[in-house]
């Protein structure tokens, strides 16, 4: 796996060695677990959108990839709303704790570890591919989007999420994140694997997707909750869709 475009070893080490602390929404996920209530929202609006489906179930029966997914912090819910979501990371204890979590709360979510190119090879392919908070910690950022990309089903569609690089970005999800309100551990990003949006619509043009959208998301410290903005300057999503 070390040659894969979705793997640094470092990385991979680093976030197995905080698996126990997935579920914790005090601990070292707990970023995470604060954005989670308004990505998740956000992204099952955007699928309908997309796929022209309303009620009160518009995810049932869709196949959806979550790329990186940990402990299955994002997987556990999509499934829940009635997708078939299957998980993938390479890091071994999250993937266990995903299981056993899910095996807990009855989740019908499915996990295996592995990375993208696992499933390239295989042939797999999703309605949905979903890779959150992934782009910034893997080595070859546009040919991760092309293996991606290519693990989408024609008409389906591809949501990303990572962090711009702008002095911004350096200021608030560096030296203020990691270094003075201590929300994640020091080091747990590097400013040079931020990626802008116009080199991730880049890549995903090169993928051959189409209809291209970013999303900002910014945390308000008055209300302490995140919310969606035209402001992409450090936080963002892109979708894209595949003819």
Known sequence: ??????????EVRRFD????????????????????????????DSIARHFRRSGAAPLE????????????LLSDPLSRLGAHVTGVDPAPTSIAIARAHAEETGAPASFREGVIEDLVKEGAQFDVVVAMEI????????????????????????????????LKSFALAIVAAEHVLRWVAPGT?????????????????????????????VFSPLRGEWTLSRDCDVNYFVTAGKA
């Open 1 to 10: 796996m070390a040659a894969a475009a979705s793997i640094i070893e470092d």
């Open 17 to 44: 060695a905080m698996a126990e602390e997935w579920w914790n929404p005090a601990g070292p996920m707990a970023a995470l677990h604060r954005m989670n209530p308004v990505r998740l929202q956000w992204l099952r």
């Open 189 to 217: 990003h590097r400013w040079e694997q931020f990626v802008t949006p116009k080199e991730l619509e880049s890549a995903l043009k090169a993928a051959g997707m189409t209809d291209i959208k970013p999303q900002g998301l």
């Open 61 to 72: 029966g869709l196949e959806i990839l979550d790329v990186g997914c940990g402990a299955g």
């Open 135 to 166: 782009v910034e910690h893997i080595n070859d950022f546009p040919a991760f989007v092309a293996a991606a990309a290519s693990l989408v089903r024609p008409g389906g569609f591809l949501v990303l999420s990572t962090l711009n690089r702008t």
